[in-house]
């Protein structure tokens, strides 16, 4: 699957050490990114097409003159969360503290904004020489990462620095430098959002005020975090999250059916979606006239989180949410508490949504208690602070 948020363009240049390079992609996408590869034309001489395409599951082309209507140096440079090229050879390396720009690689770099980091590999002459030595500075002054090469062994009878460095400290540098956070890689995570809706005839439904905002915050978090991240979401207009997996949905019964199928594989549940306490008792297939609408019959839904939980199994991890219109007084913590409980939770989120709060906003404030009664108070934060925050927690509870 293509985690966004962990989108790499591997780019290739031409050298001895241009295999290594297929160690490298492979090491990358066990820390859980989509890999992109980039040759040189003069790469293609050591390593072809083909290797790329197989292991990295996609088209591969070097040629800035294909596809020119999608104008895909551009394109790529904008999909690509990070650039990594290996090996940099001592021409590319020129070229790119020159801002030259004369193959679909150089051209993507030109136009990119995201972290670039450049792994040398060349004989030492070449790598001491004081043109290269000037180009790396250079490099370095303007933010790129550009690993020092290993010393040892060369192409023939040579010896000294220049070798294409170990691929496990490329990948350590890398993490480094461009802050990635893998935590929560190979982990599912569950999350729903948004309200669901219950119909009362084709025209009318009963629907509260969550908009998704908290539940994709959470769900783009925990994707970012290298996840595997399945999204239920009730009626919610959010843009869908790529690298997410979507089951939109619209009732409580919908919601109900969709958590089941998907709970039994995830490590971490987050139920941050507004459920509808109750459904009309029937659903009338024609629009119910003005003068029958006086009063509409309603049954009890039933407490998805406090059902899922009973079929939990001791290694995941269950997060609830707790709206209240009223001050987040003792009494407030106290009930909050008794819910975690009766649902069988993990973390609850308390906030108060009372006077416009909270519903469609970018910030959040509330208190975060934890069964083992610590409790964090979150003066308003952003939900996406708040998404890791609970990710945080809960992964903490898992480990
Ligand atoms: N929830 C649920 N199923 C429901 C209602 C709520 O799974 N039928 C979940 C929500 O997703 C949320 C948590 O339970 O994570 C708390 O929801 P809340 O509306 O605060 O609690 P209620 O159980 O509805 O209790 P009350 O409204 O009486 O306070």
């Known amino acids: 699957m293509t985690l966004l948020g962990r989108e790499i363009i591997l780019g290739v240049g031409g050298g001895i050490s241009t295999y290594k390079s297929a160690e490298l992609l492979r090491r990358l996408q066990d820390v859980g990114f989509g890999v992109s590869v980039i040759p040189t034309r003069a790469s293609l001489n050591f390593v072809g097409s083909a290797t790329w395409e197989a292991l990295s599951g996609r088209s591969v082309d070097e040629n800035l003159w294909n596809n020119v209507h999608e104008v895909p140096h551009i394109k790529k440079a904008r999909e690509a969360n990070l650039i990594v090229v290996a090996p940099a050879t001592a021409d590319l390396i020129a070229k790119i503290s020159n801002g030259l720009a004369d193959d679909l690689l150089t051209n993507v770099i030109s136009a990119a904004t995201c972290p670039i980091v450049l792994v040398p590999a060349m004989h030492p002459e070449m790598w001491l020489s004081a043109a290269n030595q000037e180009n ?43 802050k990635i956070n893998s935590d929560l890689l190979g982990r599912k995570v569950l999350v729903t959002a948004g309200g669901t809706r219950e119909a009362i005839d084709p025209v009318r439904f009963i629907a509260n005020h969550s908009t998704g905002k ?116 003792s009494e407030r913590v106290e009930a909050a508490k008794a819910k975690m409980k009766h649902k069988g939770s993990d973390l609850i989120y308390l906030n108060n949504v009372g006077e416009g709060a909270i519903f469609g906003a970018d910030e959040t404030a509330g208190l975060l208690i934890d069964s083992n009664g610590e409790s964090i108070e979150c003066k308003n934060q952003s939900k996406d602070t708040l998404a890791d925050l609970l990710l945080d927690r809960a992964l903490n509870k898992l480990r």
């Open 136 to 178: 790396v500075a250079t490099l370095r002054r303007r933010g790129l990462l550009v690993i020092e090469p290993d010393e040892g062994r060369m192409t023939g009878e040579d010896f000294g620095v220049g070798r294409y460095p170990e691929v496990s400290r490329i990948i350590t540098e890398i993490s480094e430098f461009a």
């Open 214 to 329: 908290q539940g994709y915050a959470v769900a783009k978090a925990a994707r970012n975090r290298g996840a595997d991240v399945v999204l239920i979401a009730a009626n919610s207009s959010l843009d869908d999250l790529p690298g997410v997996r979507t089951i939109s949905v619209s009732s409580t019964a919908q919601m109900a059916d969709a958590l089941d199928k998907e709970f039994s594989t995830c490590e971490i549940l987050i139920m941050a979606a507004a459920v509808a306490d109750a459904r009309p008792k029937s659903f009338s297939s024609d629009k119910i006239k003005k003068s029958n609408y006086q009063n509409i019959e309603l049954e009890a839904n039933p407490d998805l989180l406090a059902n899922i939980s009973k079929k939990r199994s001791g290694n995941q991890v269950l997060v609830a949410f707790a709206a209240e219109t009223l001050p987040l007084n």
